[in-house]
């Protein structure tokens, strides 16, 4: 396999190596962001959302949901690439550490588990809806709304291709 492709492949990591690498990067004293989402059709507000949480911390891990969570959350049409699509695609930008997927309709779990310490979500969520707020402030964590990049969303960019419009 080519080398830089290993280095996108090793980034897709199950939950349990999620916390394995959480450990080991905490024993260096990285400071650990998680963010999440569906990330169906990447356009620039995912990019600009995962560039402001990247540089709040030393470790940036992306929760992503899988195809099956993201039919029950956006409908049977969705998602529009595939989790194994999605993940490599964030796999491949240099400021995300890790992606690992979840099947669950939040990323409760998985925030339970990780405890980062920074947990970032975009500025359409108020800090009392954010799944795992909660949690990760319990833990000493602090949570950052990052504000949105306005005309992007993977919903408006689906009607546009469903118009034939670009």
Request: hydrophobic letters at 40%; proline letters at 4%; charged letters at 25%.
């Amino acid at each position: 396999m080519i080398p830089q492709k290993e280095q996108v492949q090793h980034k897709i990591v199950s939950r349990t190596g999620i916390i394995e690498r959480v450990n080991d990067w905490r024993k260096k004293g990285e400071t650990i962001v998680f963010t999440n989402g569906c990330f169906d059709i990447l356009h620039p507000g995912h990019v600009e959302l995962l560039i402001q949480a990247s540089a709040l911390g030393s470790k940036l891990i992306v929760g992503l949901n899988t195809d099956n969570s993201v039919k029950k959350l956006k409908g049977p049409d969705r998602p529009f690439n595939n989790e194994d699509s999605r993940a490599l695609i964030l796999a491949s930008l240099l400021y995300i550490d890790a992606v690992v997927l979840f099947d669950e309709d939040t990323p409760l779990l998985l925030i339970s588990s990780i405890t980062p310490d920074i947990l970032v979500k975009g500025g359409d969520y108020n800090e009392n809806e954010i799944v795992g707020a909660d949690i990760v402030k319990a833990h000493g964590g602090k949570v950052v709304i990052v504000s949105l990049l306005e005309g992007y969303s993977t919903t408006l960019l689906g009607k546009k291709l469903s118009k034939g419009n670009s």
